[in-house]
């Protein structure tokens, strides 16, 4: 079983819509959650840590459930910078390796 | 303040033979981990470096080897290249003890073994 998993997607919203991923984790002992958001061909630029009471950042609402061990992510009104693969990452609980999903891709459609 | 840096951009090489990668960390970060990331995949988790030492590792092969200087900034050496090796490089720098560990990347090395 893997350590991350997300929907790949292709996600393709109209600009103005709310999107929602998620993203499951098997190691219930993780400490620390993120997500990072990915351009075509460039580096993962961090987006958001993930706490957890969960976080806001303008446009952007991260979300964690232990219990059910699941990263959410809401974009509202969405806008076409928007675009660009989302990665959900958790970091194990045996130090500070990074597990990555394989990411979501999203095109924010005019 | 200066982000994390790496050289070279790309680089072709041809099977069988060895390639360094470098990494210059944010300044202020102590720990440098190095990703391979495939296309269409996540990143995956080679190893880190802190105090010059190989912290943790990944599940790749003894043919990838690394090392951290003095100053914090390290190599990826890759021995015996196979074409599954081509691939981007990411170096990520973080600071060993923080609170959350976010980790920032640099832009990466994109490898080809033809």
């Known amino acids: 079983r893997k350590e991350v998993e997300q929907d790949p997607g292709p996600f393709n919203v109209p600009e103005g819509a709310t999107v929602a991923f998620n993203c499951t984790y098997s190691?219930?002992?993780?400490?620390?959650f993120f997500w990072y958001r990915q351009d075509c061909r460039k580096e993962p630029k961090l987006l958001m840590s993930?706490?957890?009471s969960g976080n806001e950042d303008g446009r952007f609402t991260a979300q964690l459930n232990r219990a059910s061990q699941y990263i959410s992510l809401l974009i509202r009104d969405s806008k076409l910078s928007d675009s660009a693969t989302y990665l959900c990452?958790?970091?194990?609980?045996?130090?500070?390796?990074?597990?990555f999903g394989t990411g979501t891709s999203l095109t924010v459609i005019p | 303040d200066a982000g994390v840096t790496q050289s070279p951009t790309h680089l072709i090489k041809t099977r069988g033979q060895q390639v360094t990668l470098r990494c210059s960390p944010k300044?202020?970060?102590?720990?440098v981990s190095w990703y391979q990331q495939a296309l269409g995949q996540g990143p995956q988790f080679i190893f880190q470096?802190?105090?010059?030492?190989?912290?943790q590792r990944g599940n790749f092969p003894d043919r990838f080897s690394g090392h951290q200087f003095p100053n914090y900034s390290s190599e990826l050496n890759v021995n015996a290249l196979l074409l599954g090796d081509s691939a981007l490089y990411l170096c990520?720098?973080?600071?060993?003890?923080?609170?959350?560990?976010?980790?920032?990347f640099g832009p990466g090395t994109r490898l080809t073994v033809l």
């Open positions: 190691n219930s002992a993780s400490q620390s």
């Open positions: 990452v958790v970091n194990a609980d045996t130090g500070n390796q990074f597990y």
């Open positions: 300044s202020g970060h102590d720990t």
């Open positions: 993930v706490y957890s």
């Open positions: 470096y802190y105090e010059e030492e190989e912290r």
């Open positions: 990520a720098s973080s600071l060993l003890g923080s609170s959350y560990n976010e980790q920032f």
